[in-house]
């Protein structure tokens, strides 16, 4: 599936970078019919032109291969014949060019948007066989009017180099050209001149200080918020409360948020930044919850009036007004489509019968359509003068950029080269003027946003009590807010007195009777209401740590699934895994070693134990962070994932003390009976220091800031419940993301830098370590464990830090540190669990390991015991490749060989050992008593070694053992005499 995605996108990326140049011919069979043409009158390929249009003609419908079966948008179809009339009206600004035009039906999906667009400019489908349209000669595009439409197919088209002048999109974020609209352009008034307007309505009619907020939780909608966020600071407007809502809300969500807004009800303002479907159903909603407070309130919102239709309540509105020096060709137009018959439009045939047929109600195929009109049947769409404005700027931008690029004036080959032309006509474009006024702002933040003399609005105000809309003033960038009727102005107050929303200190007033008198302070209002509260005085910069909730504010019990956050559902199947991993882990070992020699020496086996533990713990966290955070929860992971991680990595520093502090071989010669292991009592010191530390911290965090779930305004603008280990600033106050001086997760990886230190230093020793081979080289696996903990910890952080500015920061930030603490856990347990458990199925219970001499000089011939595994004084000697052709010890040049004492072959009686000079000091055969000459003499034999039956000593052989004291080979093959 890989290789086939990456040949699909180079494919793509080969044809994007052929696609503007002239299609080959391919015959009838490749027309698609499903677009409107105007084709120019004249084929010669410098003295023609074709403008593309986008348009939604049909609804979007759940099936996205219906779209000709959807019902017909009919303001989306009278802007479709707008950009065909005006392509003909405004042609003869350009003589002798002919233009013509194309339009594609976007069925209202962005997705169908970017097929029709890159199925057109790869020449995979052809809509004209008379002077066809190409890539070549498309030069610009026209719409879409839709934000979502409009901000894929401005990605597209940027790569493309062609030039798109949308008549309706006016998201704020189409206004951030950097790298990915630079060739966007818009006609119509931005959201951000719709938010200046609403915020001085407020502000300065209305004298309202106090508003709540409502918007969608999309892009777009954050993006509302934050402009309107930024104009209501600059306009002395307070923000007392705002949430986020689903495109979709549910009846549960739309309660939730309801309830918020009718428990400020004194606020009365409401703004509701959302579209116009959105906006209806949200609040038909509301009212349904609380018809009484619901009337009380006052909505403001850039749809139309007829959202609240029915709703008994007043609201303020923004509404496009037509730009007054395109009144005379609207009304033209308008005229032209009154009279215009299905039979007279070619160039839209198809999809202007099926409207005008259903308008005048003529339901057969043989409809007369000589007496019948559409006049009067039809509602006019607000943005016909925008498309006209884009249609006669591009022809002019056209015109422009030809005349700089061509002396002739006509398109020549340098104009339309696919190199040179996209940002020539870009150019052309923007800095067009009609009568020396400009179609498009030409610097600044606003750049290719509509022009001051395009930007008008009027406001109307929709009155419950007479049911009607009526216009009470207009806006204009330039000349700002105009009345036209007197505005009522109702009271609007905070909820609370004084306004801790707004960060508000008390009033107070003073008096005083002469310069010498005591000065005497009156408080107007009761701050502490009635003693709930104490009143503090903090300086304005001060920046504390932590929050206590308002009582009794909880309202959701819930795991965060609830709130849309789906990665707990990956935490918790790994969290899951996790556990039963460890089990199976602890049950196997506990299988293999209880009831054995090393299963009885407990010394050598706690501080595995206590790491399986401490994994098993870190697992059991990460369910604390699958709900929705409560003051359990926090407190559970504020102290829980400290606590894990310094149980995992003091365990690992303690492993390692451990290995650097036992016996060398050298000495093991001499002392058969242990390794000088560091003592118990001394391990158990050690750990207990190492994680006293970090719990010491915990505590003292918990103590100083205790866990709470606070409910604060999330960087996207809803409300979320997160835990109240955030700093915050005095003056911005404690309820808002986007004032954290830090965040949870920030503060909550500075209470982790100790444990950082203690990964550091046990990479460190880890490195220090690594050439020990005691205990099966484990000091190799620990440092795999430590080492390849540190990028995964940077991975986490990172992510998680440089993403605090994000909407959903809450979330990045908790997932970071539980798929943190999972990741190390995990690590620790595969690294130091995996090769115990292969060492234990290849070794049995005696501690033998044939893969831990493989540095040794005769690797792969004879291994040893490890010490680790203190095996008893009579450890033998194990043969590993079947032969016994290199043995390490040799005799001293006598033609003595190995040999049990009680063997019949011929030499010395008592064999003499040497150590081989070139094997080094620190790689020594342990022999047993037998080869050493401690055997009983009297119970000699002249079998091989390993059918030798016993030897003088306190010790009692096992029944595996009973046939000798040489085991048997792992090939049992018997080795014969020595």
């Known amino acids: 599936m890989r290789p086939l995605c990456v040949v699909s996108f180079l494919a793509i990326i080969y044809q994007c970078a052929h696609a503007q140049s002239t299609c080959p011919a391919t015959g009838a069979d490749c027309t698609y019919n499903k677009v409107a043409v105007k084709p120019a009158t004249n084929n010669e390929p410098n003295r023609h032109y074709y403008i593309g249009g986008l348009f939604g003609i049909h609804e979007r419908t759940n099936d996205a291969y219906a779209c000709d079966n959807a019902p017909i948008r009919e303001e989306e179809l009278i802007n479709l014949e707008a950009f065909l009339w005006a392509i003909e009206r405004y042609k003869s600004i350009h003589s002798n060019i002919s233009i013509g035009g194309v339009a594609f039906d976007t069925c209202s999906r962005y997705q169908k948007t970017i097929e029709d667009i890159l199925s057109f400019e790869t020449c995979k489908i052809r809509v004209s066989d008379v002077n066809p349209p190409t890539p070549r000669n498309l030069l610009a595009y026209i719409g879409p009017g839709d934000n979502y439409d409009a901000m894929s197919s401005a990605r597209l088209l940027k790569d493309m180099n062609k030039t798109q002048v949308s008549y309706g999109a006016s998201t704020n974020l189409l206004s951030n050209k950097g790298e990915t609209y630079d060739f966007f352009l818009r006609t119509v008034p931005s959201d951000a001149i719709n938010i200046k307007a609403l915020s001085t309505l407020i502000s300065s009619t209305l004298n309202a200080k106090y508003v709540q907020v409502l918007h969608t939780k999309d892009d777009i909608g954050m993006a509302e918020y934050m402009k309107f966020k930024e104009e209501a600071a600059s306009s002395g407007i307070c923000i007392v409360y705002h949430s986020g809502f689903s495109a979709d809300p549910s009846a549960s969500e739309i309660m939730t948020i309801a309830d918020a807004v009718f428990a400020k009800v004194k606020t009365r303002h409401v703004v509701v930044l959302a579209p116009e479907s959105q906006a209806k159903k949200f609040l038909s909603e509301m009212k349904n919850r609380n018809p009484q407070k619901f009337t009380q309130l006052i909505f403001f919102g850039s749809w139309n009036p007829r959202a609240i239709e029915g709703l008994e309540v007043n609201a303020y509105t923004t509404s496009l007004q037509s730009p007054s020096n395109y009144d005379t060709d609207v009304n033209s137009f308008y005229l032209h489509l009154d009279n215009l018959k299905p039979g007279e439009n070619s160039k839209n045939r198809k999809w202007y019968e099926e409207y005008f047929r259903s308008k005048v109600g003529c339901n057969s195929l043989n409809c007369d359509y000589t007496n019948k009109t559409i006049l009067g049947k039809y509602q006019k769409s607000p943005h016909v003068p925008y498309i006209l404005a884009a249609v006669k700027a591009v022809i002019q931008g056209v015109k422009n950029g030809a005349t700089k690029a061509c002396t002739s004036g006509d398109l020549c080959s340098n104009y339309l080269n696919v190199n040179n032309r996209g940002q020539q006509i870009y150019t052309g474009i923007i800095n067009t003027t009609d009568l020396s006024v400009p179609y498009f702002q030409t610097s600044g933040s606003m750049k290719g946003d509509a022009s001051n003399s395009l930007s008008n609005l009027k406001i109307l105000l929709y009155d419950a009590s007479k049911s009607e809309s009526i216009e009470v003033a207009t806006y204009n960038p330039s000349s700002g807010l105009q009345l036209e009727k007197t505005i009522t102005a109702y009271s609007s107050s905070c909820p609370s007195s004084p306004c801790l929303e707004c960060n508000e200190l008390p009033v107070t007033t003073t008096s005083t009777a002469s310069p010498t008198s005591r000065v005497t302070v009156s408080t107007t209002t009761d701050p502490t209401e009635g003693g709930k509260y104490a009143l503090l005085r903090f300086p304005y910069n001060e920046e504390m740590t932590g929050i206590f909730p308002p009582s009794g504010s909880r309202d959701l019990y819930d795991t965060r699934f609830k709130t849309g956050q789906r990665w707990i559902i990956a935490l918790g199947v790994l969290a899951g895994l996790g556990v039963l991993a460890v089990l199976i882990f602890e049950v196997y070992i506990l299988y293999k070693l209880l009831g054995t020699r090393i299963g009885r020496q407990w010394r050598t086996m706690w501080l595995g134990q206590l790491l399986l533990l401490g994994i098993f713990l870190s697992y059991l966290t990460l369910f604390a962070f699958i709900v929705i955070p409560t003051d359990v929860t926090c407190g559970i992971t504020r102290f829980g994932v400290g606590f894990c991680y310094s149980i995992l990595f003091a365990v690992l520093l303690v ?324």
């Open 655 to 978: 492993k390692l003390m451990v290995l650097l502090t036992s016996k060398s071989s050298d000495s093991i010669l001499a002392d058969m009976e242990s390794p000088n292991y560091l003592k118990g009592i001394y391990q158990f010191l050690m750990f207990m220091f190492a994680v006293g530390v970090q719990v010491v911290i915990n505590v003292q965090w918990l103590i100083q800031v205790p866990p709470y779930a606070v409910k604060v305004t999330a960087n996207y603008g809803g409300e979320e419940w997160i835990c109240n280990h955030f700093t915050w600033q005095a003056s911005m106050g404690w309820n808002d993301m986007q004032n954290f001086v830090r965040t949870p997760f920030e503060n909550h990886l500075l209470s982790l830098l100790y444990i950082m230190f203690l990964i550091l230093m046990t990479t460190i020793v880890a490195m220090k370590a690594h050439g020990i081979i005691t205990n099966h080289r484990e000091s190799v696996f620990i440092g795999i464990a430590a080492g390849f903990s540190i990028p995964v910890w940077i991975a986490w952080g990172l992510v998680g830090g440089l993403n605090r500015d994000n909407a959903y920061a809450h979330e990045y930030g908790d997932a970071c540190i539980a798929f943190g603490l999972f990741a190390t856990a995990t690590l620790c347990l595969f690294a130091l669990f995996l090769p115990k458990v292969r060492q234990l199925v290849n070794m049995g219970v005696e501690g033998i390991y044939l893969e831990d001499d493989r540095d040794t000089y005769y690797a792969g011939s004879v291994v040893m015991a490890p010490p680790s595994y203190k095996s008893r004084p009579s450890s033998m000697i194990y043969v590993n490749s079947g032969e016994y052709s290199n043995p390490v010890v040799i005799g001293n040049g006598d033609p003595n060989h190995l040999k049990h004492p009680g063997s019949m072959y011929s030499g010395h009686s008592a064999p003499v050992y040497t150590k081989r000079n070139d094997l080094g000091g620190s790689r020594v055969l342990r022999v047993t008593g037998d080869l050493t000459g401690k055997h009983p003499t009297e119970r000699r034999r002249p079998v091989s070694e390993i059918g030798y039956s016993g030897y003088a000593g306190s010790y009692r052989k096992t029944r595996s053992e009973s046939g000798g004291t040489l085991r048997k080979s792992r090939s049992e093959r018997e080795l014969g005499a020595l």
